[in-house]
């Protein structure tokens, strides 16, 4: 309750203290809540932007792809990363130093190589996801206690029975919270690549109505676009409690 | 061949960064049905080697281990079940779900196993405890969970990689009265590690000494005395300190090397 309270505080605080700041500037470039509210009613009406709907769907169709490919592939290269000590040795460095580059730089390539549609944002938001799953992945087999896997074999566990009986178990935590990243970054990516360039979804959207300085309208779509990434991270967040309960 | 375990002549070589390092030189030894053998000897003397090969764990170099006659090659729990020193629970399953693993694992009915784990809780007193996780068990408790899953597959041998050697004393002591107490109900082969020359006396039938690295057999002692074993008479005072005298040259040689 009283942490509820205090985020209903410095939420008022905010709002408050960016109204007054908005009308003492310029209202057209720093929208007060009183004209943001009313353009997201409009918008929610279906008046200022009747696509709305596909383009929130079309997003989120992106996103769902985007992050189920990195799921699987994060899953499997992790696991090919962490299980075999050559291909691990050999490999895991690398897939490190690329998670380290900001990956925007090889948005471009992407819209050459998958053009304008939703192809290049799966892409992207794929690229952003894979890396923080497949080295949770990795991260998590390592962390598996040896001793473990010993008891395991002594009471007759196979190989597969040992992934997964025991590693997967062991590892839910921090494979968890890698999935939480993939999520928010395949998000990211997809909201990214369209507001980069694309003629469809809310990216699309949000750089029109930036880019015809209707600012209200602007900021009414960014709150609907950020509306979906805190409700999948919540979903998220979630899931993770509930692992986190399983494991340690 | 009537021994039920047989290790002959067995030799095991570590690779380690500063060179190749012998952990066993030319052990042999034989186990019968229903012994209680206790292993003793200085730290890094190749015990639990010793024991890692005769759980399937680990390979000899040279010479072999039988067990029943056949020798082995990989764990089997259908004969062979073991207690590792750190209690090795797996941490998101309750007590009675660890002890249900090796069940778990040979394929038995959901039911038959829960059955069979939930008998064993009561003399491993712990029945109050089937629904909580390791984290929320006592060091003690956690270990007689982990003999539970090792008695739970009911195997005719069961070995003991120091199962103590973490708690203080007074639980190891009572621990062993228990254990004493399970042996001679069930009658099963142990094969038990100990640092311990309290334990090494008080619980088993026969005691091997093991020599400083390389590890080789240095002296067998049997004890057919009855139990329970009053430990300050003085037979046992007498065996106490024969015992010791074996161990302590080995025991000095061992920390000299360190």
Same mark, same amino acid.
């Given at each position: 309750?009283?942490?509820?309270?205090?985020?209903?505080?410095?939420?008022? &605080?905010?709002? @408050?203290?960016?109204? !007054?700041?908005?009308?003492?500037?310029?209202?057209?470039?720093?929208?007060?809540?009183?004209?943001?509210?009313?353009?997201?009613?409009?918008?929610?009406?279906?008046?200022?932007?009747?696509?709305?709907?596909?383009?929130?769907?079309?997003?989120?169709?992106?996103?769902?792809?985007?992050?189920?490919?990195?799921?699987?592939?994060?899953?499997?290269? !992790?696991?090919? @990363?962490?299980?075999?000590?050559?291909?691990?040795?050999?490999?895991?460095?690398?897939?490190?130093?690329?998670?380290?580059?900001? &990956?925007?730089?090889?948005?471009?390539?992407?819209?050459?190589?998958?053009?304008?549609?939703?192809?290049?944002?799966?892409?992207?938001?794929?690229?952003?996801?894979?890396?923080?799953?497949?080295?949770?992945?990795?991260?998590?087999?390592?962390?598996?206690?040896?001793?473990?896997?010993?008891?395991?074999?002594?009471?007759?566990?196979?190989?597969?029975?040992?992934?997964?009986?025991?590693?997967?178990?062991?590892?839910?935590?921090?494979?968890?919270? !890698?999935?939480?990243?993939?999520?928010?970054?395949?998000?990211?990516?997809?909201?990214?690549?369209?507001?980069? !360039?694309?003629?469809?979804?809310?990216?699309?959207?949000?750089?029109?109505?930036?880019?015809?300085?209707?600012?209200?309208?602007?900021?009414?779509?960014? @709150?609907?676009?950020?509306?979906?990434?805190?409700?999948?991270? &919540?979903?998220?967040?979630?899931?993770?409690?509930?692992?986190?309960?399983?494991?340690? | 061949?009537?021994?039920?375990?047989?290790?002959?002549?067995?030799?095991?070589?570590?690779?380690?960064?500063?060179?190749?390092?012998?952990?066993?030189?030319?052990?042999?030894?034989?186990?019968?049905?229903?012994?209680?053998?206790?292993?003793?000897?200085?730290?890094?003397?190749?015990?639990?080697?010793?024991?890692?090969?005769?759980?399937?764990?680990? %390979?000899?170099?040279?010479?072999?281990?039988?067990?029943?006659?056949?020798?082995?090659?990989?764990?089997?729990?259908?004969?062979? %079940?073991?207690?590792?020193?750190?209690?090795?629970?797996?941490?998101?399953?309750?007590?009675?779900?660890?002890?249900?693993?090796? *069940?778990?694992?040979?394929?038995?009915?959901? =039911?038959?196993?829960?059955?069979?784990?939930?008998?064993?809780?009561?003399?491993?007193?712990?029945?109050?405890? %089937?629904?909580?996780?390791?984290?929320?068990?006592?060091?003690?408790?956690?270990?007689?969970?982990?003999?539970?899953? $090792? *008695?739970?597959?009911?195997?005719?041998?069961? *070995?003991?990689?120091?199962?103590?050697?973490?708690?203080?004393?007074?639980?190891?002591?009572?621990?062993? =009265?228990?254990?004493?107490?399970?042996?001679?109900?069930?009658?099963?082969?142990?094969?038990?590690?100990?640092?311990?020359?309290?334990?090494?006396?008080?619980?088993?039938?026969?005691?091997?000494?093991?020599?400083?690295?390389?590890?080789?057999?240095?002296?067998? *002692?049997?004890?057919?005395?009855?139990?329970?074993?009053?430990? =300050?008479?003085?037979?046992?005072?007498?065996?106490? $300190?024969?015992?010791?005298?074996?161990?302590?040259?080995?025991?000095?040689?061992?920390?000299?090397?360190?």
């Amino acid at each position: 309750m009283r942490v509820l309270a205090l985020r209903a505080a410095i939420l008022t &605080a905010f709002l @408050l203290a960016w109204e !007054g700041a908005a009308r003492a500037a310029n209202p057209l470039l720093y929208v007060p809540p009183s004209a943001a509210l009313p353009a997201l009613g409009r918008l929610l009406a279906l008046e200022s932007y009747p696509d709305l709907v596909p383009s929130l769907l079309l997003t989120l169709r992106e996103i769902v792809i985007a992050y189920g490919l990195a799921i699987a592939a994060g899953l499997g290269c !992790g696991a090919a @990363l962490g299980l075999n000590r050559v291909i691990g040795r050999a490999y895991a460095p690398i897939v490190g130093a690329l998670y380290a580059v900001p &990956a925007v730089v090889w948005y471009p390539s992407l819209m050459l190589f998958f053009g304008l549609d939703a192809a290049s944002k799966i892409a992207f938001g794929f690229l952003l996801g894979f890396f923080p799953i497949t080295l949770a992945v990795l991260a998590g087999i390592r962390q598996v206690n040896p001793h473990m896997l010993a008891v395991a074999r002594a009471f007759g566990a196979r190989p597969l029975t040992i992934f997964v009986k025991v590693m997967v178990p062991a590892m839910m935590f921090t494979l968890v919270g !890698g999935l939480r990243t993939g999520l928010a970054l395949s998000v990211i990516g997809v909201i990214v690549g369209e507001i980069l !360039g694309s003629k469809s979804g809310m990216g699309s959207l949000i750089n029109h109505a930036y880019g015809l300085f209707r600012t209200a309208d602007y900021v009414a779509l960014v @709150l609907v676009t950020l509306t979906l990434v805190v409700g999948s991270d &919540a979903v998220a967040s979630l899931v993770e409690r509930r692992a986190q309960r399983w494991s340690e | 061949m009537s021994d039920l375990i047989a290790v002959e002549h067995v030799g095991k070589q570590y690779r380690t960064s500063s060179g190749p390092v012998e952990a066993l030189h030319d052990v042999s030894l034989a186990v019968g049905a229903g012994e209680f053998c206790t292993v003793i000897g200085p730290s890094g003397c190749g015990k639990s080697t010793l024991l890692g090969m005769l759980a399937g764990l680990v %390979a000899a170099d040279s010479g072999r281990v039988l067990v029943d006659g056949r020798p082995v090659t990989a764990p089997d729990p259908r004969r062979v %079940a073991t207690v590792f020193q750190d209690a090795g629970l797996f941490p998101w399953r309750t007590a009675l779900e660890n002890v249900e693993f090796g *069940l778990e694992l040979q394929g038995v009915p959901r =039911e038959r196993r829960r059955a069979v784990a939930t008998e064993l809780l009561g003399p491993l007193g712990l029945r109050e405890f %089937a629904s909580k996780y390791p984290r929320e068990l006592s060091g003690g408790m956690r270990q007689r969970v982990a003999i539970g899953r $090792a *008695l739970a597959i009911d195997t005719q041998i069961v *070995l003991m990689d120091e199962p103590f050697g973490a708690l203080d004393e007074q639980t190891r002591l009572l621990m062993g =009265e228990w254990l004493l107490d399970i042996w001679r109900r069930t009658r099963k082969t142990v094969v038990f590690v100990t640092h311990s020359l309290h334990e090494a006396l008080a619980l088993s039938t026969r005691v091997v000494v093991m020599t400083a690295r390389p590890g080789r057999i240095k002296s067998v *002692l049997e004890l057919p005395m009855p139990y329970p074993r009053t430990m =300050e008479s003085p037979e046992m005072a007498g065996l106490r $300190a024969r015992l010791w005298d074996e161990i302590r040259d080995e025991s000095r040689r061992a920390m000299g090397e360190r």
